[in-house]
Nanobody, 120 residues
Framework: QVQLVESGGGLVQAGGSLRLSCLAS????????MGWYRQAPGKQRELVAT???????NYADSVKGRFTISRDNAKNTVYLQMNSLKPEDTAVYYC??????????????WGQGTQVTVSS
């Protein structure tokens, strides 16, 4: 298991920016996939962005062109830069990390979540 601690959430006006950070308790070089989900009140958890160990990224259509995911292996940290924020981006954002091991299924760890609120 990997312990994950998110930070950087808060209240911002529409059109503003925030950067979320996800600090892992171990070296992230060997973590196959890291990323961010979000969950708004009354809605299902939604995948926002992912980044693989070799740097490949993927984004939900709703955030393409506005959000950027990146990783700093030296700091064991994954970031989510969020620009041009909209009220519909309001949610609790969760960091996750998945490790694939030979002979075992994927092992996924989750952070505790950080609230992002975008006012109109």
């Amino acid at each position: 298991q990997v312990q994950l601690v998110e930070s950087g959430g808060g209240l911002v006006q529409a059109g503003g920016s925030l950067r979320l950070s996800c600090l892992a308790s171990r070296n992230i070089v060997s973590i196959n996939v890291m990323g961010w989900y979000r969950q708004a009140p009354g809605k299902q958890r939604e995948l926002v962005a992912t980044i693989t160990s070799d740097g490949n990224t993927n984004y939900a259509d709703s955030v393409k062109g506005r959000f950027t995911i990146s990783r700093d292996n030296a700091k064991n940290t994954v970031y989510l830069q969020m620009n041009s924020l909209k009220p519909e981006d309001t949610a609790v954002y969760y960091c996750y990390a998945t490790v694939f091991s030979l002979g075992a299924g994927p092992n996924t760890s989750w952070g505790q979540g950080t609230q992002v609120t975008v006012s109109s």
